[in-house]
């Protein structure tokens, strides 16, 4: 038979089969349908978030941020009524029950358990792995990548500085061609600014085992985002979901990329305002770092719970221009899949015709 007569439904099955192949070690570490991953996401990454991704085939993280033990463990619970695929659990390595939060985690079962917010301490990494669970780490670079691996990491997610939320200052373009061609021994995970599956695509073609998005899934129909949150990603363009801006070096300002709102921009009023309270000795150094770190104590909160979008911080990746619609999240799953599918059918269209 002629290669142009394979009919599309054939074809179809072959990207499909091609796809899978692509993302074989991903899906084999996560145990799920597709490799693709929710970043967790503080207030967001919850029960009804985090069961409707991991009962459509992706795999859901629960955020665990500032929760204690007791409320992290009825999250967990919770989340394993509304599904029973697997999902991990994001833990913040500077909380300070870090040890009991992992011990939570262990006695409810949970799988893979993922340390976020610096590198983490061995005990955390030893607990981890000594209870059964993967352990899932950060890497901003290939040096650390490797130390990670050496002390213990089962997997890693390189995250771009187009992510939303707290970030580094390397594009993922940059990182995953650093990070990628150098580390097999373990699966690997890009992240931010994914938006459509052919970009997924290209990074599995490049090494990557599977992605991790947050932005699309934080406007899912299943989110527990306040609507004007939602709304304010489908209206946003990429250019809108900018990184924190620090007036001056000698009082830093953790960076985080969100929409421009008011919020945004009385917070540069407020650096200068400490500042000149600084310099003219009404604030001690400590004093002003604090008053500047305070500023958005609360404000994720405000944004996703109570819908002040002004107000508040509403973080976002620049995959928020990616974001028309609010979609259940089924629908997105699909429709990233189905993107990298189309891609790999088109080349093999355009490879049988030249
Ligand atoms: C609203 C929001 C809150 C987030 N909160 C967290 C968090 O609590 N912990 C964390 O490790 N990452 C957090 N992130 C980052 C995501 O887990 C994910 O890595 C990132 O969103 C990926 O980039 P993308 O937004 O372009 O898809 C957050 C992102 C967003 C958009």
């Not at 490049?206 to 947050?214: D, V």
Request: charged share 20%.
């Amino acid at each position: 038979m002629p290669p142009d007569s394979v009919t599309p439904s054939e074809s179809v099955t072959a990207g499909r089969a091609r796809l899978d192949a692509l993302w074989a070690r991903g899906r084999a570490f996560l145990g799920t349908r597709t490799a693709i991953m929710a970043g967790a996401m503080s207030w967001v990454s919850e029960r009804h978030l985090v069961s409707a991704i991991s009962n459509a085939g992706g795999f859901g993280v629960i955020a665990c941020g500032s929760m204690g033990p007791d409320l992290l463990a009825a999250e967990i619970a919770a989340t394993q009524a509304m599904t029973n695929q697997p999902f991990g659990v994001n833990l913040i390595t500077m909380h300070p029950r870090l040890d009991d939060l992992v011990r939570v985690c262990l006695e409810a079962r949970v799988g893979h358990v993922v340390l976020a917010g610096g590198i983490p301490p061995g005990t955390a990494v030893r607990a981890v792995k000594d209870g059964g669970a993967k352990l899932i780490a950060f890497t901003p670079a290939l040096v650390l990548a490797k130390r990670l691996v050496r002390s213990g990491a089962d997997a890693l997610v390189i995250e771009g500085s187009e992510a939303g939320g707290h970030i580094g200052p390397v594009s993922l373009t940059v990182l995953a061609q650093e990070i990628l061609p150098h580390v097999q021994d373990v699966p690997i995970f890009v992240a931010g600014g994914l938006g459509r599956g052919e970009a997924i695509l290209s990074y599995l073609e490049m090494g990557a085992a599977g992605a991790q998005l947050g932005t699309r899934f934080a406007a899912a129909e299943e989110s527990i985002a306040h609507a004007n949150f939602k709304r304010a990603f489908v209206r946003a363009a990429a250019r809108d979901a900018l990184p924190s801006i620090q007036l001056d070096e000698r009082f830093p300002v953790i960076p985080v990329r969100g929409l421009v709102n008011a919020g945004t921009k009385r917070f540069l009023e407020h650096q200068a305002a400490t500042l000149a309270k600084f310099q003219s000795g009404a604030l001690s150094k400590d004093a002003a770092q604090l008053d500047i770190e305070h500023f958005w104590a609360g404000a994720l909160r405000r944004a996703v719970i109570d819908g002040d979008v002004e107000n508040g911080s509403v973080m976002a990746g620049q995959s928020v221009g990616l974001v028309t619609a609010i979609q259940p999240v089924a629908e997105i799953i699909n429709e990233l899949t189905d993107q990298a599918v189309a891609a790999l059918v088109a080349r093999e269209r355009s490879s049988v015709l030249f």
